[in-house]
């Protein structure tokens, strides 16, 4: 009995000093594991690459504080296990949760500020002892870094989708939101994108909400190739000063000046982003159909030698966005949808970082593009669905037949023998 009596005592004093060597080793020694399936709360490469440059206090204030419906507790507290993880990854950064409205004599000069720093509440439904009320959300964090300020979105707003959904898609979309606005902080504005200009290409206003978003992260500034038959020397090099051109929906045809200093801007390594349409839409004034014809821009051998063809057709998906038709007379109109098979909804089918985190993009009117082998390495980003067909150019679109069309597929199924062309692809 004495025996076991000291044979427990020594135990029990072998447990209590592993316990206190597991904590003095703790103290120098400190690992997190992330026992999730999903290893969601392990940060990707490119996260840690971004912590570890902050050599500075970087503070992140959240505004997901406060009384608020279940699904944004949830993104509350994934929020927080994100924040943790970028705190254990660089002590630097701290962070804070925080109730805005929390004093209620100062709740409608907050909101105003809010608004004016653009940072816009959600309207959410909360329930409580059997009552239905709407209450204010600001799902966004500030974060602080050597005086400046960033505003992180922490809610992504999608059309059709419920408030649940929305959390969820939040929640993927976490670690990417902290990384790109600490990495607005850590790395200012350095490179350059030139805006191709000259060639019919798209009015300011039709993309200015996309350069907007681009000015964040580069200087942008408009060019124009028209000097190259005259100066050809001094607009190469001008060229070449920038890091990226993008070219948006030109109309006009390049001449062989500008598709040489393209070619050598490109061959020196320089990036560029084309955003074509193949297509010219001519409306008919009598059948009021419209016809589809080829846009020829000459550019074709430009493509053809980076191993590139845009195929003069159009892609007809099931997959597809619905076209609003109105209805009635002018003061009685009724609008609806319907569906219309010549607007593609493509979502991506690989993790490339240009496509990561997009939702469906829509396209009107697309041309499939094909890969020709070379020693170019070229990665398809967005495809059409699998059941997609594509029809060539020129082409006759009966509206009304289109339309009788796409409700016979709804309700009765595609032809598998007519929708057969596979996942095609729209943009590489």
Do not use: C
């Not at 059309?159 to 607005?184: C, H, M, P, W």
């Not at 170019?376 to 059941?387: A, D, G, V, Y």
């Amino acid at each position: 009995m004495l025996k076991n009596n000291i044979q427990h005592i020594k135990n029990l004093l072998f447990l209590v000093i592993g316990i206190i060597l597991l904590n003095i080793a703790g103290s120098y020694f400190y690992k997190r594991f992330d026992l999730t399936q999903d290893k969601r709360y392990t940060l990707s490469e490119a996260a840690k690459k971004t912590v570890e440059t902050i050599d500075a206090p970087l503070i992140v204030d959240v505004f997901l504080e406060g009384n608020f419906p279940p699904e944004f507790k949830r993104l509350q507290t994934e929020t927080k296990q994100l924040l943790e993880e970028f705190s254990a990854s660089n002590s630097k950064i701290r962070y804070e949760f925080i109730n805005p409205l929390e004093n209620e004599e100062n709740a409608d000069a907050i909101r105003e500020q809010f608004v004016q720093f653009g940072l816009m509440p959600a309207q959410v439904e909360v329930k409580q002892n059997g009552k239905v009320s709407t209450e204010q959300v600001y799902p966004w964090a500030l974060a602080y870094y050597n005086g400046k300020t960033v505003k992180i979105p922490l809610l992504k707003n999608q059309l059709g989708t419920t408030s649940e959904e929305r959390v969820s898609n939040s929640i993927q979309n976490l670690e990417y939101a902290f990384a790109d606005g600490f990495n607005k902080l850590v790395h200012p504005k350095k490179r350059k994108v030139a805006v191709i200009k000259g060639n019919g290409e798209l009015e300011d206003k039709f993309v200015a909400d996309f350069f907007k978003t681009l000015q964040e992260y580069y200087f942008i500034a408009p060019f124009t190739l028209d000097s190259i038959s005259v100066t050809p020397k001094r607009t190469l090099e001008q060229l070449k000063s920038f890091d990226l051109i993008v070219v948006a929906d030109p109309s006009e045809a390049f001449n062989d000046s500008e598709k040489y200093a393209l070619d050598q801007y490109t061959m020196n390594g320089g990036a560029s982003l084309w955003l074509l349409n193949s297509i010219d839409m001519k409306v008919d004034s009598l059948s009021e159909n419209s016809f589809a014809f080829p846009r020829n821009i000459n550019m074709t051998d430009f493509f053809f030698k980076y191993g590139l063809r845009i195929n003069p057709n159009v892609v007809k998906d099931v997959y597809s966005a619905p076209i609003m038709l109105a209805s009635g007379n002018d003061r009685d109109a009724q609008y609806n949808r319907y569906p219309w098979l010549y607007s593609p909804l493509s979502a991506s089918g690989n993790n490339h970082p240009i496509v990561t985190n997009i939702e469906a993009v829509k396209f009107d009117y697309a041309s499939s593009i094909d890969t020709l082998p070379n020693n170019l390495k070229k990665t398809i980003l967005l495809s059409s669905s699998p059941i997609s067909k594509s029809i060539g150019m020129p082409l006759e679109i009966d509206i009304n037949k289109e339309v009788t069309n796409g409700l016979k597929i709804v309700n009765e199924g595609p032809d598998p023998t007519e929708f057969n062309s596979g996942e095609l692809p729209l943009a590489v």
